[in-house]
């Protein structure tokens, strides 16, 4: 999107808003891309639409558009189609590769804006963005902070297993996600709940919390109140990969379990299975997603019934290390839809399944 149209636009577009404005609000520009990020995008535009309000959205950064969904289709991120539908300009929404392009950053300066949030918005700001707006920018984290600091905090945390997780609001430094903590809120994790739920959850608390916090963050305040991280009990919530959605069976259910959740959405988890046929001995190797389960409660398996998998009341029983066991609920054959236990075992017709156990095998 060329710059300087867009901020021929956007001057336009000041012009008539600040006309209908009796005092200027103060200019705020967001950054985030995807879906959950809309939620405090939302709370933003609800807030700045009040008379009483004392800014304004004045641009918006998000991820350049990409081939998603089914149809692979080039597409803006979820925060730019949500910002199309709720009216705003389309040349006020900046997407740059990269948020250090000097173009970008020109055009930035030339909004002057007072504060920048970021909520998930997926790319690295540079110091020279970083010492554009006086407030300084502000960060919706899904962690407490120093907890889980890096690209995925609620994958690693129910990956973990963490009982109690929640969102914090802290200022942006270079360093990753080490900035002082303005706010937070905590919340318990049950043993259910996948990170695509956890997330969306996490980031409606951290839109009410940052509007909360808003007039502090203006007024100076929250500079002054806000804590440093203790760096010595900082853990990191590296970045997930494809390659990490594997499941081995020779671990805990519980592990098993909880990785399931954390992978839940994107990459998912999958497993090796070999459907066997003891008429024709036809045996057939696939890759099975696993989508949904629960830790069996009383699994009795002996050492010797590790490779047998059973159909119990609706749920695949997996023999798991250290004599647990799994209940795989939910399940989704290559290129099919997702299914439940109960259709899988009869799509089956009498065959057998085993799952590899053996990680050479992946």
């Not at 149209?5 to 891309?33: D, E, H, Q, Y």
């Not at 997780?165 to 706010?183: C, E, H, K, N, Y």
């Amino acid at each position: 999107m060329n710059s300087s149209m867009m901020l021929r636009r956007f001057f336009c577009f000041n012009a008539t808003t600040t006309s209908a404005s009796a005092s200027k609000k103060k200019p705020l520009v967001f950054l985030g891309s995807p879906q959950v990020s809309a939620t405090v995008l939302d709370a933003l535009f609800n807030t700045s639409s009040a008379p009483t309000s004392s800014f304004e959205v004045a641009a918006i950064v998000t991820q350049p558009p990409s081939r998603r969904d089914r149809g692979r289709k080039v597409l803006p991120s979820p925060v730019a189609e949500y910002a199309l539908d709720r009216g705003f300009p389309s040349d006020l929404i900046f997407t740059p590769e990269r948020a250090g392009e000097d173009k970008f950053l020109s055009a930035l300066r030339a909004l002057q804006p007072e504060l920048c949030i970021t909520a998930a918005y997926g790319n690295i700001l540079p110091t020279k963005f970083l010492n554009i707006p006086p407030l300084g920018t502000v960060n919706i984290h899904p962690s407490l902070l120093p907890q889980y600091r890096g690209a995925a905090p609620v994958q690693r945390a129910l990956q973990d297993g963490a009982k109690e997780t929640g969102v914090s609001l802290a200022f942006t430094v270079r360093a990753l996600d080490a900035g002082p903590v303005i706010a937070c809120e905590k919340m318990e994790v049950n043993d259910q709940i996948k990170a695509p739920d956890l997330l969306a959850l996490l980031f409606s608390e951290g839109s009410k919390l940052l509007i909360r916090e808003l007039p502090s963050i203006f007024d100076g305040s929250a500079r002054v109140k806000a804590q440093p991280q203790d760096d010595s009990k900082a853990t990191l919530a590296p970045k997930i990969t494809p390659e990490d959605s594997w499941l081995f069976f020779d671990q805990e259910a519980s592990v098993l379990h909880n990785k399931v959740r954390a992978f839940a959405g994107w990459p998912g988890t999958r497993a090796k299975v070999v459907i066997i046929d003891d008429k024709s001995g036809q045996q057939n190797i696939i890759d099975l997603k696993i989508i949904t389960t629960k830790v069996c409660c009383n699994p009795n398996i002996q050492a010797n019934e590790k490779d047998d998998i059973a159909y119990v009341k609706g749920a695949l029983i997996v023999p798991c290390g250290e004599c647990t066991a799994l209940e795989v609920l939910e399940v989704q054959l290559p290129g099919k839809k997702v299914v439940n236990a109960v259709a899988f075992w009869n799509g089956l017709r009498g065959r057998k399944l085993k799952f590899l156990y053996n990680r050479g095998n992946i």
